[in-house]
């Protein structure tokens, strides 16, 4: 095995958990660039000039020149072994391939020359993506910190479901992997590496893990945690063209800018009408089951077996979901379907500017949705933190 490849195997684990945690570092500190290798996204490919434009994970464009001589390999991601290492050429390259390559590096971190290009291609790097989101979902658990116990390390999280609110305590050993969303980022990948001592009362968290069978404890394998705002209000104005919604916030009654990245999840709640329908549409559906179902034997009569039941069916009512999860089955709109006089409510990372929030989530309809959960005299928008309770959190994403 030539050096290079075990070079390039001992980079893979950095090349890979890059494109999953990327950190949102200046140009001035790119950890993407040194002054023998270009690590990042390949963004343009130019056969003719042998070339090919990577930018990294700071931001930063670097056009790289290959030659003949240069060594193409594609790596799985999360590989372990060798095995898997297999080798390409200049045209199995592909656009949002995750790239690794090394040799020299210009002063000006500009340009480069590539002895060794090292890939992960967009494809295996899409379906690891999906393999982590799939486990965060079958093993995480997403609420709002309320209570913090250093010495024991350990956290109470206010979690909810459609039958309320209920406290689960995270324990948190030394070897948690520990992350912190970044700033106005609306990315889970922006998110910074951080301790427990950054947890606090307040604090969104979503972690993976192991939860108890009575479901009061949960033992961490990662979190994700982040201060996040949120605001509910009226939308006075929407620009498309720059991504932008105006609002009036219901409890400050200020003016407020939101501006939606292209990883901001928009999503609209019906309203009562739809709400009504779907109802009775579930009623009726209960009430033709019902009469469809067998009718019940006389007494002393021999049981008759149930030919429909299934082996290993699971029996009893079925889990109740989560708040989080009725929410995160909405449909999907653009900021082009949203209008004026539309209640949004719209979480944020805490920025440097009051006026301003970068979406993460942005939930059309939401006067409907603060109705149902925590209806009012007077009618009106409620509380948005009163109306879903400190369990429902509006922020961390998946990966």
């Known amino acids: 095995m030539k050096p290079v490849i075990w070079f390039a195997f001992a980079l893979v684990v950095t090349l890979t958990c890059q494109q999953t945690y990327a950190q949102n570092v200046t140009a001035q500190a790119d950890t993407g660039i040194t002054s023998n290798r270009v690590m990042g996204e390949l963004k343009a490919i130019d056969a003719t000039g042998k070339q090919i434009t990577v930018k990294t994970d700071g931001g930063s464009f670097v056009t790289v020149t290959v030659a003949d001589s240069t060594g193409y390999s594609r790596i799985p991601p999360g590989a372990t072994t060798l095995d898997k290492v297999t080798k390409i050429t200049f045209a199995d390259l592909g656009i949002g391939d995750r790239v690794l390559a090394v040799g020299h590096v210009a002063d000006d971190h500009k340009s480069a020359t590539a002895s060794t290009l090292v890939v992960i291609s967009k494809g295996e790097l899409a379906k690891k993506q999906d393999a982590e989101r799939l486990e965060w979902r079958r093993r995480g658990i ?59 009362v307040g604090d969104q968290l979503r972690a993976m893990g192991n939860k108890s069978a009575d479901g009061t404890h949960f033992t961490a394998e990662k979190i994700v945690s982040g201060s996040f705002r949120v605001a509910v209000g009226t939308v006075t104005a929407v620009d498309a063209a720059t991504a932008e919604v105006k609002i009036n916030d219901v409890q400050t009654k200020h003016a407020l800018t939101v501006v939606i990245k292209p990883d901001t999840v928009i999503r609209q709640f019906p309203d009562m009408a739809a709400i009504a329908a779907a109802q009775a549409a579930a009623q009726a559906a209960a009430a033709k089951a019902a009469a469809q179902k067998p009718a019940t034997p006389p007494a002393g009569a021999a049981a008759q077996p149930n030919t429909q039941a299934k082996a290993g069916a699971p029996t009893g009512p079925p889990a109740i979901p989560s708040m989080q999860e009725m929410l995160d089955r909405l449909p999907l709109i653009t900021v082009a379907q949203l209008k004026p006089g539309d209640v949004i409510i719209v979480s944020s990372t805490k920025g440097a500017d009051p006026a301003r929030l970068t979406a993460i989530t942005l939930i059309s309809g939401a006067d409907t949705l603060l109705a149902l959960s925590a209806p009012k005299p007077g009618g009106g928008v409620p509380n948005p933190t009163a109306g879903l309770g400190s369990g429902v959190t509006f922020g961390i994403g998946l990966p």
């Open 142 to 200: 997403l609420g709002v910190v309320s209570a913090v116990t250093p010495d024991k390390r350990e956290v109470t999280l206010a979690t909810r479901n459609a039958m309320g609110t209920q406290d689960v305590v995270i324990a948190v050993p030394e070897n948690v992997a520990m992350r912190r969303y970044a700033p106005d980022s609306t990315k889970f990948g922006d998110a910074k590496p951080s301790v427990f001592e950054d947890l606090k």
